[in-house]
């Protein structure tokens, strides 16, 4: 079993069907405030700055996302070496993957949610679902976050939302930053899409309806003037770059964007359990 789950890591992501531009480089670019864009085409990734260290939040697919996202720190000026807190919006491969080798780099504190803690340590995901195990690097989590309770390094103070349901600890961050005159709230998005999730006889995780309509309810009354999703194209964030290379207002802020998408979101989740409900 453990040699069948080193070659499924070994392999590139295109061997298993995971979508090319999950691993295709796109060059950095500034958000908002102190936060940076250092993701790939497909798999986002931010660096928060600071001038007491960095905060980088996800790791890319374990077949060079790392590599990728420290490319992209230096692109931007910035010292990998300088990256002090890892943080995580969910125990997956497509976001946790180069988490371990990103630590080793960096020597940074990982720190994450109880929830995914045990999927972060063991490689593997938790829950039923139609994908399987999907096996990534395990890496050690440092230090456990408590709902609601900030993160601080230096000026920036980053705050961690449980919004469970896509995994156990699916975590959602909120961060104040400051924009020319104004401070502004980043909420940087988790997930709330079933992905291949059981939501009906998920033996492993019984309560994954109530914890996802939680989720909803609790991202609802959350605010967020820029929405950053884990996978950009969710809020077009290529499309917004191109618009603030042209000037004018910030295409980022958009204080109504993220509810709209979880509204969306919520609908699709409720027709994907009737369907599964249906037996079909």
Known sequence: M???LASL???PAAAQGWPAEWTKPVAPYRIVGSVYYVGSEGLSAFLIAGSKGHILLDGGMPDGGAALIEANIRKLGFKVEDVKILINSHAHIDHAGGLAQLKADTKAKLYASKGDEWSLEHGVHFGDNENGPTPYPAVKVDRRIRDGRAIKLGENAITPILTPGHTAGCTTWSLPVREGARTLTAVFYCSTTVAGNRLVGNAAYPKIVAD???SFARLKALPA??????HPQFADLAEKRR???QGG???FIDPSEMHRFVEKSQADFEAELARQEAGQ
Not at 225 to 230: A, I, M, Y
């Open 9 to 11: 890591i070994a392999a």
């Open 249 to 251: 207002p910030n295409p």
């Open 243 to 245: 618009r603030v290379a």
């Open 212 to 214: 996802y309509r939680a």
């Open 2 to 4: 453990a040699a069948a």
């Open 225 to 230: 003037d820029v929405f950053l999703p884990n």
